[in-house]
Nanobody, 123 residues
Framework: QVQLVESGGGLVQAGGSLRLSCTSS????????MGWFRQAPGKERAFVGAVAWNGINTYFADSVKGRFTISRDNAKNTVYLQMNSLKPEDTAIYYC????????????????WGQGTQVTVSS
């Protein structure tokens, strides 16, 4: 089991940037694919993007491609979600999650979750 803690959420104006962090603990944390999801009020949790254990391979939802990037520093057991050109529709609680496979996008495929961090984008 991997324990995850997100940080870095906040309030930002449309067009601005924000970087979220997810720190993991556990003996095999660095070997997992790390994903980011978000959930807006009244909506289902949605996949945002993920990064493989090597920090090189990534994949994203179409809605954030070209605006969001993901990186990881395995020495610090931390994954980052860099969000640029933010839009009001990006407002949500953002969660990081871990899976032992590369490629999944469904929440059910991720076994470990953080508690979430709120991101609010004002227009």
């Amino acid at each position: 089991q991997v324990q995850l803690v997100e940080s870095g959420g906040g309030l930002v104006q449309a067009g601005g940037s924000l970087r979220l962090s997810c720190t993991s603990s556990g003996r095999t944390a660095s070997s997992y694919t790390m994903g980011w999801f978000r959930q807006a009020p009244g909506k289902e949790r949605a996949f945002v993007g993920a990064v493989a254990w090597n920090g090189i391979n990534t994949y994203f939802a179409d809605s954030v491609k070209g605006r969001f990037t993901i990186s990881r520093d395995n020495a610090k057991n931390t994954v980052y979600l860099q969000m640029n050109s933010l839009k009001p529709e990006d407002t949500a609680i953002y969660y990081c999650a871990a899976t032992d496979r590369f490629g999944p996008t469904r929440p059910a495929d991720f076994g470990s979750w953080g508690q979430g961090t709120q991101v609010t984008v004002s227009s």
